[in-house]
């Protein structure tokens, strides 16, 4: 089992059309976000132009979840709310143009992936899942079978447990829970 921690202020940032940009996490490693070759991308992006269109990736799944404000886009010309820290879930290839500002939470997962799950929970979880991520909503303390790990506000644990070992992961403040298995 291999625990990546990995805070914002370690991240270094990228512009897109509409903001900045901090890649938290690409899997594999040796894959390249401009090539489109990964299997699934943890980011957090800024959304500093109203309107901007976000990126499309064909081939990709996307979640997403505001983290300081509304969501209000319109997806392939369907205008759809999203309250705050709601989880939007869409296709990349859709065509999405935003007319809101702030912070969003971004989790791209590759299609050929067909067993994950995102869920915003502040009650303690157990999982034997190849990869656990949990993203910090705020300061919080998670104990990973019994290690004690304090993340700051915006930071993120990626769990590798190639051995699918059941994990106990016990927390009581809300973050983002997600598993994979590739």
């Not at 009650?123 to 034997?128: D, G």
Request: with cysteine; hydrophobic share 35%; aromatic share 12%.
């Amino acid at each position: 089992m291999k625990i990546h921690i990995i805070s914002l202020e370690q991240l270094k940032p990228n512009l897109w059309a509409g903001g900045s940009t901090y890649q938290y996490y690409l899997y594999p490693s040796n894959s390249s976000y401009a090539e489109k070759d990964f299997l699934f991308r943890i980011s957090s992006a800024t959304i500093e132009q109203s309107p901007s269109v976000f990126t499309q990736f064909q081939g990709y799944t996307r979640y997403l979840s505001m983290l300081d404000n509304t969501l209000d886009v319109t997806i392939n010309e369907s205008a759809q709310h999203f309250e705050k820290q709601q989880i939007f879930l869409f296709d990349s290839n859709d065509t999405v143009v935003s007319t809101s500002l702030g912070t969003d939470f971004n989790w791209m997962i590759h299609k050929s992936i067909k067993q994950h799950h995102l869920e915003i929970t502040k009650q303690s979880q157990q999982s034997n899942n190849p990869f656990i991520l949990l993203f910090a909503l705020e300061a919080v303390e998670i104990a990973i079978q019994e290690q004690i790990y304090n993340l700051e506000k915006s930071s993120c644990i990626v769990i590798e447990n190639p051995e699918k070992t059941t994990l106990r992961l016990n927390f009581d403040t809300s973050l983002i829970f997600m598993t994979l298995t590739i």
